[in-house]
């Protein structure tokens, strides 16, 4: 889907291990990533690509994660964490030698870990199944070697990080492969007793050696954490000092830990949502508020800031009927003249100036005021000059009836020739949080607690490629500073970029920065027109409004820009940055 709510962020691509000449092209199990184009989330039309990332496999069938294809291809930032969040273990002089002074930290939360890797690597990420693997490389265009992390599920009597490798390499020697055994070994990772081993082996009879890597730590009941490491033979005793200094700085959560934090945080979340009546939602009802997208210059001159898009958000009391504009009031059902919430985002995201590409947004969330049912409608629209490619998404939750005892959220995704219509559907789970909620709830979260409090909700994931839910992590509590603001840290699932969200003490949005640089903050509609015509940005106006598809709700056909206080400068739809 076209989705101008998660704004962009550029993606690398890292090309096939060393490749020369004097080199057979690298097999399966040679340090690698491919790339691969395709159509997905705004980041991915914006930047013009996708990332699919080619892991290396387990050191046998054994020992390979339970996990299928890949369902999401995702990278992971530089991003901050939460602020009670995981960390790694700090650098000694040692791996600060072979990391480099500004080593940066890798952290997952969902895999429970966290360290620092070189400055001169990069990180990938694939999702299959449910489970993530993230793979490290060096930041060239033919890595010379890469290190995974993943989780590894032993059924009983299987748990021993050392009776793993040991299994491992009796499968090498029953198969009768050619290997050499560099290092087996126990070792005290920070508190954690795990097993080492480095072994030079062919991939095949016909393919050149290759050395794999594996640390093993136990991190709870039938749970192991497993990194793997490839390289090529020559290079093992230069390479060797960086990984050991990688794991030097490994820190790790138990899984009862992260088990116990992600129940505390839905609960929490759980809990906000039962207290959140009807009224507090009233209270918003007449927001209307217009922002601008940009990225800061280096320089730090105003002048050459970068323009990334703008949106419009409008809060106000509508009937369900309202998601098709299109439909005349008077035709409407009994079930559309329900009353709710409804939240309108429109906008428009650059995709390249210079080509003409721009991405229009239109987007309706609708809620019963009790929670119990939404709907949405989200339009995005692609152009190119006179060419247009639309985007349509479709959302509607049900409320438990008999015979269905759960909520049931069925969406419906239509880009033209690409996708089906089929309908997805997902058993709804307790401490939903609705999309009407989520474009909003900075503004409704309590003020009460003079700490950071973590909430979690389950969500309809819409910055993924493949529909699914996820489990939305917001961090809210006072600013540091003596200003009396409060932060909103957002993550869109675990392993997402921190979104930090800065609102005044009245509940005022004030500024939103993102991980890829992009920056949104209040403006008004007289001073977002003059900057973008200063920038000579067309803003949407410049098309022929008698033409349906440019119309936005409640402009008239050939009505001028700013007759209608609900019209913004740009027509079509998707969801719009934020």
């Avoid at 009670?84 to 939360?109: K, Q």
């Avoid at 030079?200 to 709870?220: C, F, H, K």
């Avoid at 730090?300 to 970068?306: A, L, Q, R, S």
Wanted: charged share 25%; with cysteine.
């Amino acid at each position: 889907m076209i989705d101008c709510r998660d704004l962009p962020f550029r993606n690398r691509v890292i090309s096939p291990a060393r490749d020369s000449a004097s080199r057979p092209a690298p097999s399966a199990d040679r340090p690698h990533r491919s790339g691969r184009s395709g159509v997905g989330p705004l980041a991915v039309v914006l930047m013009g690509l996708g990332l699919m990332v080619g892991l290396p496999a387990g050191p046998s069938a054994g020992m390979t994660p339970h996990a299928a294809a890949p369902e999401e291809e995702f990278v992971e930032s530089e991003r901050e964490t939460l602020r009670d969040g995981l960390r790694p273990i700090s650098p000694d002089e040692n791996a600060v030698r072979h990391l480099g002074r500004h080593a940066p930290p890798f952290i997952s939360e969902s895999l429970g870990v966290a360290f620092h890797r070189p400055a001169d690597s990069t990180v990938t990420g694939q999702r299959g199944a449910g489970e993530i693997v993230y793979t490290i490389a060096e930041n060239a265009e033919s890595p010379n070697w890469n290190l995974s992390v993943q989780h590894l599920f032993v059924t009983a009597g299987r748990f021993d990080a050392e009776q793993q490798i040991e299994d491992h390499l009796e499968q090498l020697r029953s198969a009768e492969r050619d290997f050499r055994v560099l290092e087996n070994k126990s070792i005290l990772v920070n508190g954690i007793q795990g097993h080492l081993a480095y072994v030079e082996q062919r991939p095949n009879p016909q393919a050149d050696p290759i050395v794999n890597g594996w640390l093993i730590l136990p991190q709870g009941e039938n749970v192991l954490l497993v990194f793997s490491m490839l390289l090529f033979p020559e290079d093992y005793a230069q390479l060797r000092p960086m990984f050991d200094a990688m794991i030097s700085t490994v820190a790790v959560r138990s899984a009862e830990e992260l088990t116990v934090r992600r129940m505390g945080r839905i609960e929490e979340g759980r809990r906000f949502l039962e207290n959140l009546d009807p009224e507090k939602l009233r209270d918003l009802i007449g927001t209307r508020e217009w922002s601008r997208i940009y990225r800061e210059s280096a320089d730090g001159d105003p002048d050459t800031e970068e323009e990334v898009g703008y949106a419009l958000l409008e809060i106000r009391e509508g009937r369900r009927g309202e998601l098709n504009p299109d439909r005349h009031p008077d035709r409407y059902s009994d079930r559309e003249r329900q009353e709710g919430l409804l939240v309108r985002l429109q906008g428009r995201a650059i995709g390249d100036a210079k080509r003409n590409i721009f991405l229009d947004s239109l987007a309706l969330y609708w809620m019963s005021w009790d929670q119990t049912e939404e709907a949405w409608s989200v339009r995005g629209t692609q152009r190119q000059g006179e060419a247009t490619r639309t985007e349509i998404e479709t959302g509607i939750r049900n409320p438990a009836r008999t015979g269905a005892p759960r909520p049931l959220l069925t969406v419906v995704r239509d880009r033209g020739s690409e996708y089906t219509r089929e309908p997805i559907e997902w058993e709804v789970p307790e401490s939903y949080l609705s999309q009407a909620l989520g474009a909003i709830i900075g503004r409704l979260l309590p003020m009460d607690r003079e700490e950071t409090v973590e909430y979690a909700y389950y969500f309809y994931n819409f910055t993924l490629s493949n529909p699914q839910l996820s489990v939305r992590i917001d961090e809210w509590g006072p600013a540091d500073d003596d200003s009396g603001n409060w932060v909103l840290r957002t993550r869109l699932g675990a392993e997402s970029p921190v979104i930090t969200t800065l609102y005044s003490p009245s509940r005022q949005f004030i500024r939103r920065t993102r991980g890829d640089g992009t920056i949104t903050e209040p403006i008004s509609l007289e001073r977002l027109h003059r900057l973008w015509q200063r920038k000579g940005l067309p803003t949407g106006q410049e098309r022929d409004s008698s033409r349906p598809a440019d119309r936005g709700p409640g402009r008239p056909p050939g009505q001028s820009p700013g007759q209608s206080p609900g019209q913004s400068p740009g027509q079509g739809g998707s969801r719009p940055p934020r």
